[in-house]
């Protein structure tokens, strides 16, 4: 299916070009996808994520832990 209707780039491309891209942004350099009128942009993150998984090359997003906040001392 047709993703981006401006740069004529399909699921496949997309598919295709997702493992050796880091992130979306270096996805939209390399081929052009959501560059133009922005309107495919949330199906072709998703069909990028989607891909990125599928082949394992997606580290997934976790909350980093929260570093203790150590106590206030007070200098007399």
Known sequence: ???C???RISDRDIRR???SCSSF???QMDT???TCCGR???CAREVFTQAKVATGTVALMQEPHPQPKQAATSVK
Do not use: F, N, T, W
Request: charge should be negative; glycine fraction near 6%; hydrophobic fraction near 45%.
């Open 1 to 3: 299916m047709i993703v």
């Open 5 to 7: 209707v401006c740069h």
């Open 17 to 19: 070009v997702a493992p």
């Open 25 to 27: 942004d270096e996805l």
């Open 32 to 34: 052009g996808v959501s």
């Open 40 to 42: 495919c942009e949330d």
